[in-house]
T-cell receptor, first 114, second 111 residues
Framework: EPEVTQTPSHQVTQMGQEVILRCVPISNHLYFYWYRQILGQKVEFLVSFYNNEISEKSEIFDDQFSVERPDGSNFTLKIRSTKLEDSAMYFC????????????FGPGTRLTVT | KNQVEQSPQSLIILEGKNCTLQCNYTVSPFSNLRWYKQDTGRGPVSLTIMTFSENTKSNGRYTATLDADTKQSSLHITASQLSDSASYICVVSGTGQNFVFGPGTRLSVLP
């Protein structure tokens, strides 16, 4: 069964460094999402992406965040200058059809900022 | 303010027993409501999706109900198994990509 994959599973970085989290959505999906979950808290929507551009973003997704689909398979989330409070699980999700509500989540990347 | 609340916060039941988890929301306008199961350290996995016109939907031992008038949903788990131990998250969507996640109910199934 097709699935969303994410790499790395765990990323440790120092405050102020740039990180890139990678996702490979399900191959025929067209809609892509990033979410984060701070330890012990609820999942929060960051951004949605369709047709090579951001379709919606939350208040959390400020100028230090960016997303990109550099090729036909990868979908990346870049954090330019990490802060301690960026430590969280970051989940990528994808969706196939515009009229489908079903999103498929990846296993997540645990980001630890020290 | 769009919010999703869930109760109880945590629940412990014995294997084989049934349980019901609750979700109340204030998201408006309403598009759909989803229940996800999230194992510790993993991504959420979809259990059910309901739109405004659907009152109930089943997926194996999971049955979700929706009352769009009172803005309430429930997830009923029948004949619980040890593998049902997880967090169950209610997600309500409004217009566009307005996804609002609930805090989840942590379910522990004991032998």
């Amino acid at each position: 069964e097709p699935e969303v994959t994410q790499t790395p599973s765990h990323q440790v970085t120092q405050m102020g460094q740039e990180v890139i989290l990678r996702c490979v959505p399900i191959s025929n999906h067209l809609y892509f999402y990033w979410y984060r979950q701070i330890l012990g808290q609820k999942v929060e929507f960051l951004v949605s992406f369709y047709n090579n551009e951001i379709s919606e973003k939350s208040e959390i997704f400020d100028d230090q965040f960016s997303v990109e689909r550099p090729d036909g398979s990868n979908f990346t989330l870049k954090i330019r200058s990490t802060k301690l409070e960026d430590s969280a699980m970051y989940f990528c999700a994808s969706k196939g059809q515009p009229n489908s509500y079903e999103q498929y989540f990846g296993p997540g990347t645990r980001l630890t900022v020290t | 303010k769009n919010q999703v609340e869930q109760s109880p916060q945590s629940l412990i039941i014995l294997e084989g027993k049934n349980c019901t988890l609750q979700c109340n929301y204030t998201v408006s306008p309403f598009s759909n409501l989803r229940w996800y199961k999230q194992d510790t350290g993993r991504g959420p996995v979809s259990l059910t999706i309901m739109t405004f016109s659907e009152n109930t939907k089943s997926n194996g031992r999971y049955t979700a109900t929706l009352d769009a008038d009172t803005k309430q949903s429930s997830l009923h788990i029948t004949a619980s198994q040890l593998s049902d131990s997880a967090s169950y998250i209610c997600v309500v969507s409004g217009t566009g990509q307005n996804f609002v996640f609930g805090p989840g109910t942590r379910l522990s199934v004991l032998p």
